[in-house]
């Protein structure tokens, strides 16, 4: 089982088969949000009276420390460590955007981009820290 963790306070997110976030919304509200632990899965579960639209920028939280997720590399991208069962950590990073579907897993040299919409990051909109992957 892969693990995922925070990079900050580097707590388990992942607990059974969800990751575990809190996200807030542009209207300011706070809520859970689920995500399926596989790379590429984009299904989310959350309580219905937390709403969020679709396209809608959300800002994510580590639920251990509260640290904001935002990632250095791109603002609409989430950061979060993936531990392999090996121990090998790897860096991914997935869109905020609701609905939209980027994940990128770095892994030393390597990048691996997943999602239909991963191709809206491109080089040129990406940090110095990122183009080093393409
Ligand atoms: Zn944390």
């Given at each position: 089982m892969n693990n995922f963790l925070c990079?900050?306070?580097l707590a388990h997110?992942?607990?059974g088969t969800h990751l575990?976030?809190?996200v807030r919304n542009q209207k300011?509200?706070?809520g859970i949000l689920l995500m399926h632990p596989q790379i590429g899965n984009y299904a989310s579960e959350k309580h219905p009276s937390f709403e969020i639209e679709e396209g809608?920028?959300?800002d994510f939280f580590c639920p251990a420390?509260?640290?904001s997720l935002e990632s250095g590399i791109h603002k609409n991208l989430v950061h979060v460590i993936l531990q392999e069962e090996s121990g090998q950590d790897?860096?991914?990073y997935f869109s905020r955007i609701s609905g939209e579907q980027s994940t990128?897993?770095?892994s030393g040299d390597a990048l691996r981009a997943v999602g239909a919409d991963a191709g809206r990051y491109t080089y040129f909109k990406l940090g110095d820290k990122f183009k080093r992957f393409l």
């Open positions: 990079p900050k306070c997110i992942r607990v575990i976030f809190k300011k509200k706070t809608e920028a959300l420390c509260n640290t790897h860096d991914v990128f897993e770095t």
